[in-house]
């Protein structure tokens, strides 16, 4: 049995980016409907990362973004959370709200509560790629959102899953209407059992 990402093969991250590649066309798919609008996706780079690294690629610790985390539970137990710029968030929430960009550094309560709709479309995309794939019960939670700073935001599944010091997923995508285009990024916490859960319902073991 394996204690962390590191310890995983090339095999069992071919796997993971699979899901990761899947939930991203599923999500494509949901925020077509969500906006009415056709929604294309460029081709999602799904990564198993240092944490660290993570955190350099989306702009650093001190950069500020808007943030939509859905715990989920069951027979898979974890976090995703999806994170977007300040300015790609009032983007697409103003598609959902139907407002202009005002000019203001926050989001309006129309557009907040369109954040949290996004969430919950994006979390049932990506997590119901794991469950069709591996047949396994997940819940979700209600989407909490948050305006912060990117270290801010991560230290809240930091403490309950220690990635700091491990790897996790992470997929980095860029959404296509005919007007606008928006770029995302989604981080996937669990934990090792987990992990080794679904690789058991695939097939493959840990």
Do not use: Q
């Amino acid at each position: 049995m394996i204690t962390s990402y590191t310890e995983l093969s090339d095999e069992y991250i071919d796997v993971l980016k699979e899901i990761g590649n899947i939930g991203a066309g599923n999500a494509a798919t949901s925020l077509g409907v969500l906006l009415d609008e056709d929604v294309s996706i460029s081709v999602p780079s799904v990564r198993i990362e240092d944490f660290n690294d993570v955190v350099n690629a989306i702009g650093g610790s001190e950069e500020m973004c808007v943030a939509v985390l859905v715990n989920f539970s069951g027979e898979a137990r974890g976090v995703v959370l999806f994170i977007l710029s300040i300015k790609d968030a009032k983007g697409i929430t103003g598609i959902l709200a139907s407002e202009e960009d005002d000019g203001s550094p926050g989001l309006s309560d129309m557009k907040l509560s369109g954040i949290k709709e996004l969430g919950n479309i994006l979390g049932s995309s990506y997590l119901g790629s794991i469950a069709t794939l591996t047949g396994m019960k997940v819940n979700l939670s209600i989407p909490h959102v948050a305006i912060d700073m990117i270290g801010a935001i991560l230290a809240v599944p930091v403490s309950e899953y220690g990635a700091a010091d491990s790897k996790v997923m992470f997929i980095d995508e860029s959404f296509s209407t005919k007007e606008r285009r928006f770029h995302s990024h989604v981080i996937m916490f669990t934990d090792i059992e987990t992990l080794g859960n679904i690789m058991d319902r695939l097939g493959l073991s840990i």
